[in-house]
């Protein structure tokens, strides 16, 4: 698998504030990779750094092995950006949008191609309407197909479902997940964790213009946080020391974290033991939310870092 | 090459699209400036042995168009800056040649097409003569480029429509109008006819004025010479700025 984005050693400072503080990164081809991290973090200037509309004070950012700034052109037809801001040219229509956006990247008669795009995010029968007198929603939409006019080898969505309703978003999601499949390298920013948790093979969390953690989903999971047994007893006092000190409570349950499922029979035992009566018991899987408020409260960044 | 010809086309057809706002408009406005100055002045009124409503009207085409120029370049900008659909020109692979050649043709369209509506339509209110009509067509292109770039300098630097506005209004109208659009400088009392001579749009409506009528109050080829030192300064230091990136690119 060869290189598609490489960011090294990449800082930005804007007055005061260090948005990128040393961001070192690389993203395979084929990958769906996913950057998260609070607001302000640094995503939407990191990618901005990608795109050319950044410029970095230190470091080299590559796309497809073009560097952003030596060779700029190779670098931004290899790359499709789908802005965060809800972004329009209220002159034209659908149609001449997408066959405008065309034409800045080269690419004259691309009308099959655009009809494609159209009929995937639903939108052939917008195609002659005007964009001022388009939804939110729908804006959206010509937002991703823009980025796709010239068929990038590397897609980058930046929060791309934010405010956009649940029939787009999963409309949106099969069509760049078709588009991966098909090699395309994805690169999403997104506040939904549910989805960066389904959709992306890797992560990286950044904090500070910092990457705080960088893994695979699954190892991310894994490492941060396993299961959780929730256990709701008749009587609370009648708990252990000794167990209350491995757990929390939280509207009247004590959740045991596990770092593994065998460790349930030996809780459970010592439960029994203490003399406590279970009145309701919940086995938790730990989602990408966990592993995201423990790395941005600082647990375990440290290993990660 | 796509690339510059797709932007220049989207720029025409923006215009285009509201064409009543940006060319007939200031047709309407030039015909009439000409009607009120021509019915107080022509009867009175003679400058070089040429009728003073023959006498305005290549002044106001050049001013006509030189202020459209200007006026597409810095507010489709402004609006895109502002709208932030500017980013669909930034994330392409459009050099900064093709950015400023673009935007600066497509002024330079807007302002012919608007001064070839007012000469059309004035042209009916006085006699007209062509005595030169090469330095007709070179002043007017080469007026619609310096303003045309003009038009990019301000539409980059200015962050709010308000101070777009300041440029035009505290620059650009008082360069025009005290240009020799409505009089010829030699009826200026001395101290401000050496100051137009530092204005460079008084050698752009003299030289133009020189193209129909053959007289001027400087010799064309100096004017050509000033209108051409000014274009080259102005179309540099448009290059440098997007060269930059200042305001653009972060």
């Known amino acids: 698998m060869g290189v598609a984005v490489s960011i090294s050693e990449v800082v930005k400072t804007?007055?005061?504030?260090?948005?990128?503080?040393?961001?070192?990164?690389?993203?395979?081809?084929?990958?769906?990779?996913?950057?998260?991290?609070?607001?302000?973090?640094?995503?939407?200037?990191?990618?901005?750094?990608?795109?050319?509309?950044?410029?970095?004070?230190?470091g080299r950012l590559s796309v497809m092995g073009c560097d952003v700034r030596n060779d700029y052109r190779e670098a931004r037809r290899a790359l499709g950006v789908v802005p965060q801001e809800l972004v329009f040219?209220?002159?034209?229509?659908?149609?001449?949008?997408?066959?405008?956006?065309?034409?800045?990247?080269?690419?004259?008669?691309?009308?099959?191609?655009?009809?494609?795009?159209?009929?995937?995010?639903?939108?052939?029968?917008?195609?002659?309407?005007?964009?001022?007198?388009?939804?939110?929603?729908m804006k959206r939409r010509v937002l991703v197909a823009q980025a796709?006019?010239?068929?990038?080898p590397v897609i980058v969505l930046d929060e791309p479902t934010a405010g956009v309703d649940v029939e787009l978003r999963q409309g949106l999601w099969q069509f760049?997940?078709?588009?991966?499949?098909?090699?395309?390298?994805?690169?999403?920013?997104?506040?939904?964790?549910?989805?960066?948790?389904?959709?992306?093979?890797?992560?990286?969390?950044?904090?500070?213009?910092?990457?705080?953690?960088?893994?695979?989903?699954?190892?991310?999971?894994?490492?941060?946080?396993?299961?959780?047994?929730?256990?709701?007893?008749?009587?609370?006092?009648?708990?252990?020391?000794?167990?209350?000190?491995?757990?929390?409570?939280?509207?009247?349950?004590?959740?045991?974290?596990?770092?593994?499922?065998?460790?349930?029979?030996?809780?459970?035992?010592?439960?029994?033991?203490?003399?406590?009566?279970i009145r309701d018991l919940r086995l938790t899987q730990a989602d990408l939310e966990d592993v995201f408020v423990g790395v941005m409260h600082g647990a375990n960044a440290k290993a990660l870092a | 090459m796509i690339g510059f010809q797709t932007l220049l086309y989207k720029e025409v057809l923006r215009f285009w699209k509201v064409g009543f706002q940006t060319v007939a408009a200031p047709v309407l406005s030039a015909l009439l400036y000409l009607l009120i100055f021509s019915h107080v002045l022509d009867a009175r009124v003679e400058v070089n042995n040429v009728r003073y409503a023959a006498f305005l009207i290549p002044g106001l085409v050049m001013m006509a168009l030189m202020q459209n120029a200007f006026a597409n370049s810095s507010s489709s900008l402004i609006q895109?800056?502002?709208?932030?659909?500017?980013?669909?020109?930034?994330?392409?692979?459009?050099?900064?040649?093709?950015?400023?050649?673009?935007?600066?043709?497509?002024?330079?369209?807007?302002?012919?097409?608007v001064g070839f509506g007012v000469l059309a339509v004035t042209s009916w209110f006085a006699p007209l003569t062509f005595v030169a009509p090469g330095w007709i067509l070179a002043f007017a292109i080469i007026g619609g480029g310096i303003m045309g770039s003009l038009g990019i300098i301000a539409g980059i630097w200015a962050d709010k429509f308000d101070q777009l506005a300041g440029f035009q209004n505290f620059l650009i109208m008082p360069l025009t109008m005290l240009s020799g659009v409505f009089y010829s400088i030699h009826s200026l009392p001395m101290f401000w006819?050496?100051?137009?001579?530092?204005?460079?749009?008084?050698?752009?409506?003299?030289?133009?004025?020189?193209?129909?009528?053959g007289v001027s109050d400087v010799a064309p080829m100096t004017s050509f010479a000033v209108v051409g030192a000014t274009f080259g300064v102005v179309a540099l230091t448009t290059l440098a700025m997007l060269r930059s990136g200042y305001k653009l690119r972060y």
């Open chain 1, 14 to 58: 804007f007055g005061s504030v260090r948005a990128l503080d040393g961001v070192s990164l690389e993203i395979g081809e084929g990958e769906f990779f996913g950057l998260l991290g609070p607001n302000g973090a640094g995503k939407t200037t990191l990618i901005s750094c990608l795109a050319g509309l950044v410029r970095p004070d230190h």
């Open chain 1, 89 to 137: 040219d209220p002159f034209f229509s659908v149609r001449e949008t997408l066959r405008i956006q065309s034409g800045y990247f080269g690419i004259r008669n691309n009308d099959d191609w655009i009809d494609e795009i159209l009929a995937n995010l639903d939108l052939t029968t917008k195609a002659h309407v005007n964009m001022r007198r388009l939804s939110g929603g």
């Open chain 1, 148 to 152: 796709l006019v010239h068929k990038p």
């Open chain 1, 176 to 277: 760049v997940q078709r588009l991966n499949r098909e090699g395309h390298t994805v690169i999403l920013t997104t506040h939904y964790l549910e989805e960066a948790e389904t959709l992306c093979g890797r992560i990286a969390m950044l904090k500070n213009g910092r990457v705080v953690a960088l893994d695979t989903t699954p190892n991310l999971l894994a490492r941060f946080a396993g299961h959780a047994l929730h256990l709701r007893l008749d009587n609370e006092d009648c708990l252990p020391a000794v167990l209350r000190a491995s757990a929390t409570n939280a509207n009247g349950y004590w959740i045991f974290p596990l770092a593994a499922c065998d460790e349930i029979e030996s809780l459970l035992a010592s439960v029994r033991q203490a003399g406590c009566t």
């Open chain 2, 80 to 113: 895109s800056k502002v709208m932030g659909s500017v980013v669909f020109i930034l994330l392409p692979p459009l050099s900064y040649i093709e950015f400023f050649l673009a935007y600066m043709v497509a002024a330079m369209t807007r302002g012919l097409m």
């Open chain 2, 193 to 213: 006819q050496k100051l137009s001579h530092f204005n460079p749009v008084f050698y752009m409506i003299d030289g133009f004025r020189y193209g129909f009528f």
